[in-house]
């Protein structure tokens, strides 16, 4: 994309008037406000909300089930309670915060042993990259809810085992396309400098490979929390995610699966919460795809399908 | 074709094959398999004799063997909780599932190349972006969310669809068309995304040198072209809808599959849970491969049709 944009920078026209130049870069500030504030104010919430609301726990019997603010209710409650007088407002705040906690930690931990794995892979080739390769291919003919149900039903539910489910699933997103990368770049004459120079492996890898994937790593990365953010709601819905009685945003929907009657907001805020999360995650990362100064054009498609496989995460 | 239907079906053996494994290697590393169906102040004769006839008092490596060779055979014993084979179990479940399946996947390749296609064809600003916002809610919003708000305003305040159950094709539309928002909103965006690509080809602009109609270009030349990588997200998305299924079913009360393994996973009963994971593989394996013969049999259309084209040219 770098290249590209410098093409189109020094096209005539577009040289001669320094106002258009002006105009592109104020556009792009003004798209890159719009892209980051539904993340903003999703981070916003998750961060300061816990010590602005009220109390996600106090049960209040005798304002159970209230309905929201504009619905018949009052600026007590603005979003209503639940089945026990809680505040569901609060209880969101709570829920979102560790919602995002585990979508970063999961996002993290895959990236960690993706990266790695796929550096291994694409610079070293031979039988690493035959292992790693074929653990990839294995993993993505298992969706993620069947390792969910496996784990669960074996060793039992966790926040561990949450985060080894979303992270047995997530890392097969960096690994493809690092590994690619890496695999065009072990070519380059600058690794081959750096190997005549005798560095070992371990310092090529992560001082000169390592740069030149991070923008793409960036990118899964953003995409990544927005799935694992999904499939933690996913998994605590169907219980067999986050233990009852943690506060998350998939566990509220579930409360409110039960009142369809007579709670319609109980479930309907949270999952507003989460699309809030998944669409400000997925803007930001189409926003530093680009900008990216080393994502090429031709990439960007295929790693949308590849990631969109994991998001296999999403994909399953 | 031939190559990748091999590798597809070896992929197929071998992931069967590591998912057994896995699943022997986390049963024994969990603690006592019979902990799972026996009251627990069992006495010692009762677990023996349980030990016993499920051939659990034999070797490790034994167990592991005859394990492997019966996953492959599709025979995982009896269910733990009643006394029907797992695999029945699992195969009573399978024709509601599939249905669903099924379903979710017209839908979302319908909806999302008719919208893909339409706000790429039509020139119109508005019509473009208003898919793209679309595409971008629909893979915003959990499945079972969008579930649960269809049974909220389509059952409980319109009352024209049932909220659960499977009588009908009637009880399959809101389980399907939440199932399917998110392919959907996949297929429309990178219809559209592939459709715009294909149009500034060379390809496109000689067939319009030549003096094709612009429906024939579209016919013959555009949308085969956009179509394949539309085919390749339905088959990376194979994973999802296996899994999506499981999801939504939950929601809807729908008798297939994914309630079955849900509650054997809450009752750890490891025979259904282990046929249900080697048939959910196997569903993910066939469904790949059907887009992989469907994209080259796509894939080998415009070729034949340009050669005739150049022919009478």
Redesign the interface.
């Known amino acids: 994309m770098g290249e590209a944009s410098r093409f189109v920078e020094v096209t005539p026209g577009r040289e001669q008037s320094g106002s258009g130049v002006r105009r592109d870069q104020r556009r792009g500030h003004w798209s890159a406000a719009g892209t980051l504030l539904p993340l903003g104010i999703f981070m916003a919430v998750a961060i300061f909300g816990p010590w602005l609301g009220g109390d996600a726990i106090g049960q209040d019997l005798a304002n159970r089930l209230q309905a929201p603010v504009g619905f018949g209710g009052q600026w007590g409650h603005p979003l209503g309670t639940d089945s026990l007088g809680r505040d569901l407002l609060a209880r969101i705040l709570a829920g979102a915060r560790l919602s995002l906690i585990i979508g970063l930690a999961a996002a993290s931990i895959s990236a960690a042993v993706g990266v790695t794995l796929g550096l291994l892979a694409g610079a070293r080739g031979g039988w690493i990259d035959t292992v790693v390769t074929a653990i990839v291919e294995l993993s993505l003919a298992i969706p993620t809810i069947v390792i969910g149900i496996v784990l669960v039903a074996t060793l039992g539910q966790s926040l561990p085992n949450l985060l080894a489910i979303l992270v047995i699933s997530g890392w097969i997103g960096y690994a493809r396309v690092v590994r690619l990368q890496a695999r065009n770049l072990v070519h380059a004459d600058f690794i081959t400098a750096a190997i005549a120079t005798g560095a070992p492996a371990g310092r090529i890898a992560f001082t000169h490979l390592l740069p030149n994937v991070w923008p793409q790593v960036v990118v899964i990365f953003c995409q990544q929390v927005a799935a694992v953010m999904v499939w933690e709601a996913s998994l605590t819905f169907l219980g067999i995610g986050l233990p009852i009685e943690r506060i998350s945003l998939g566990g509220l929907i579930r409360e409110g699966q039960d009142h369809v009657f007579d709670g319609w907001w109980i479930a309907f805020f949270p999952g507003l919460a989460i699309a809030l999360a998944v669409i400000g995650f997925n803007l930001l990362a189409d926003w530093l795809q680009g900008r990216g100064g080393y994502l090429r054009r031709s990439t960007r498609f295929t790693d949308r399908v590849a990631t969109s496989a994991r998001s296999g995460l999403n994909g399953g | 074709m031939i190559v990748s239907l091999v590798r597809r079906i070896a ?2 053996t ?2 069967v094959f ?2 057994s494994t ?2 022997f290697a ?2 024994h ?2 603690g006592d398999p019979t902990d799972g169906f026996l009251a627990p102040g069992a006495a010692p004769a009762v677990r023996d004799a349980a030990r016993e006839r499920l051939g659990l008092d034999r070797p490790i490596a034994v167990q592991y063997g005859q394990f492997v060779a019966r996953t492959f055979a599709g025979d995982f014993g009896d269910s733990w909780r009643n006394r029907q084979p797992a695999m029945d179990a699992v195969l009573d479940r399978l024709p509601a599932t599939l249905r669903l399946a099924a379903a979710a996947i017209v839908i979302s390749v319908v909806l999302g190349l008719t919208l893909g296609v339409m706000s790429a064809w039509l020139k119109a600003g508005t019509l473009r972006l208003g898919v793209r916002l679309l595409a ?2 629909g ?7 969008l579930g ?2 269809g ?2 305003v389509f ?2 305040q319109l009352r024209w669809l049932p ?1 659960s159950g499977s009588d009908g094709w009637r009880s399959l539309i809101l389980p399907a068309f939440s199932l399917a928002a ?1 392919p959907g909103s ?1 297929i429309a965006r ?1 219809t559209q ?1 592939s459709l715009l ?1 294909v149009a500034t080809r060379p390809y496109i602009t000689h067939a319009h040198a030549k003096g094709l109609g612009p429906a024939a270009i579209w016919l013959r030349h555009s949308l085969p072209n956009a179509l394949l ?1 539309t085919l ?2 339905v088959g ?2 194979a ?2 809808l ?3 299924t ?2 939504v079913e ?2 809807f009360a729908y008798p297939g599959l ?1 309630r079955l ?2 509650q ?3 009752e ?3 025979p259904v ?1 282990q046929a ?2 080697v048939v ?2 196997v569903l ?2 066939l469904v ?1 491969i059907v887009v992989d013969v469907t994209a080259t049999l796509i894939d080998s259309v415009p070729r034949g049709a340009s050669l005739a084209a150049v022919n009478r040219g």
Do not use: K
């Open positions: 992929i197929l071998l992931t590591a998912a896995a699943i986390l049963v590393l969990s971008m809610l893979q915003a919003f959990p499945a079972f969310w649960l708000l049974i909220m059952a409980v909220a998110y996949l990178m995304t690509d990588p390749g997200i990376v998305q994973g999802f296996v899994g999506g499981i999801v939950s929601v994914g393994a849900l054997a996973a809450s750890r009963d490891l849970i249900f994971v959910a593989i993910v394996a790949n």
